[in-house]
């Protein structure tokens, strides 16, 4: 009986220390301090990027994942004018929508850089995820840059890398 008891408590201990970890990358209260309570001007020019994020990377083989930490930098690229984001969605490998994140315009100052983190614990994007983003800037201003800086780190060893977006209308 006492294997049983003994067993049992083991069980509780071992499940008990598996709890699940609050994802960060999902607190959208962040965004609605940003958003925009004014309507867009008519004369902003409209522009779409496309981004490769890497939630995870092949390891060893095509059977073994690797999860590593994502920080999505949407920067304003302008030392003069406001750009405003208008929508932030993120994909996973196979196309279809995780989440967006800001639906609703947000504004970034000039210089003014925001982050989304995707943590190592999210797993839903897979090896192929990305993003969207939906953009206006006055005429003339130059575009906003959108950067994804992938890492992970076990130990002594560490990795990481970057991507930049890509212009896509």
């Known amino acids: 009986m006492k294997k049983y008891i003994l067993l049992f408590v083991f069980s509780i201990l071992i499940?008990?220390?598996n709890k699940d970890k609050e994802v960060s990358s999902t607190d959208f209260k962040t965004w609605s301090k940003r958003h925009l309570t004014t309507q867009l001007k008519d004369s902003l020019e409209y522009g779409k990027s496309y981004l490769s994020i890497y939630s995870q990377i092949y390891s060893v083989s095509e059977h073994k994942t690797h999860s590593l930490t994502a920080m999505v930098s949407m920067r304003n690229t302008s030392d003069t004018d406001t750009i405003y984001?208008?929508?932030?969605?993120?994909?996973?490998?196979?196309?279809?929508?995780?989440?967006?994140?800001f639906d609703k315009t947000i504004f970034l100052a000039p210089l003014e850089t925001t982050e989304i983190i995707i943590d190592e614990v999210d797993k839903e994007g897979g090896t192929g995820s990305n993003f969207i983003f939906e953009w206006k800037t006055p005429k003339d201003c130059p575009e906003p840059l959108f950067e994804g800086i992938m890492n992970s780190t076990k130990g002594q060893q560490g990795l990481s890398f970057s991507t930049q977006s890509k212009r896509i209308k």
Request: some cysteine; charged content about 25%.
């Open 15 to 17: 499940f008990a220390c």
């Open 85 to 101: 984001l208008l929508k932030a969605e993120y994909f996973d490998t196979k196309g279809t929508s995780v989440r967006t994140y």
